[in-house]
């Protein structure tokens, strides 16, 4: 995989009857390996603002780790089969998030890598939804 890359995040909420909320993030960004761990680093926009949040991916088997760090912080640990609590620290407010992980799927080759991640989310210790998210990584050309 190449340095520089793109990434395409799309995240779905399950919430009872309704529809799926869907969001897609689509950014450059650039990926590196160390340690037998795999890491994206990306700037997010803050819609409405001239503020970033910077974003670090970083993932194995069985764990993804998103880190932020701007307009909003946190550390969200997305563990296979465990139940993982965190602060989000937004500028409205702190909220206490809890990501239920049933599964994690890494597919990698030297061109492309796509992450799947199942889980349920909580705010505040209330469920709120199952969700999903699909990670596509891209390399671009030279």
């Known amino acids: 995989m190449t340095k520089d890359v793109l990434i395409a995040i799309k995240g779905m909420q399950f919430e009872g ?9 689509i950014q450059r960004g650039q ?9 994206l680093l990306y700037d997010e926009p803050v819609e409405g603002t001239s503020d970033i949040i910077k974003n670090r991916i970083k993932f194995k088997e069985n764990e993804v780790q998103v ?10 640990t997305f563990t296979k089969n465990e139940k993982n609590m ?7 407010g ?3 998030i809890g990501i239920d992980t049933q599964r994690i799927a890494l597919d990698m080759s030297e061109k492309r890598m796509d992450i799947k991640v199942d ?6 210790y209330e469920f709120l939804a199952d969700c999903k998210i699909s990670i596509e990584v891209s390399a671009l050309p030279s």
């Open 17 to 25: 009857e309704t529809d799926p909320e869907e969001i897609e993030v």
């Open 31 to 39: 990926y590196y390996e160390r340690n037998g761990s795999h890491y």
């Open 67 to 76: 880190a932020k760090k701007g307009a909003v912080n946190t550390t969200l």
């Open 86 to 92: 965190t602060n989000y620290a937004t500028p409205f």
């Open 94 to 96: 702190n909220l206490v």
């Open 119 to 124: 889980y349920a989310l909580d705010i505040n």
